[in-house]
Nanobody, 125 residues
Framework: EVQLQASGGGLVQAGGSLRLSCAAF????????ITWFRQAPGKEREGVSC????????YYADSVKGRFTIARDNAKNTVYQQMNSLKPEDTAVYYC??????????????????WGNGTLVTVSS
């Protein structure tokens, strides 16, 4: 069964850090780029970061550049997103999604092959 399992969300104060994980099961993880999306209350889902399959090239939304870092461990079929200097506006449900081979920039939801469950990040001021 194909699954993407996102975890690591929680409640943190502004300025704090969290690390999200996205674990993949049931498909050729090495061949897929992984994108993190987020959806804040009352807002549309937006792309946050992406890491490509082969060269592990990373891309970031301007709003998180310099604060978030995406990385992958193909041996563990897992992608991580380290989130530092968190702000209240980072509060959202975070989702990971898989797309074959490369990151599509600008980020877009349409066409993703697999989606994970969401994990809630709440940043208090």
């Amino acid at each position: 069964e194909v699954q993407l399992q996102a975890s690591g969300g929680g409640l943190v104060q502004a300025g704090g850090s969290l690390r999200l994980s996205c674990a993949a099961f049931g498909f050729a993880f090495d061949d897929y780029a992984i994108t993190w999306f987020r959806q804040a209350p009352g807002k549309e889902r937006e792309g946050v970061s992406c890491i490509s399959s082969s060269d592990h090239k990373a891309y970031y939304a301007d709003s998180v550049k310099g604060r978030f870092t995406i990385a992958r461990d193909n041996a563990k079929n897992t992608v991580y997103q380290q989130m530092n200097s968190l702000k209240p506006e980072d509060t959202a449900v975070y989702y990971c999604a898989a797309d074959l081979w490369v990151c599509v920039i600008p980020f877009r939801e349409r066409g993703m092959d697999y989606w994970g469950n969401g994990t809630l990040v709440t940043v208090s001021s």
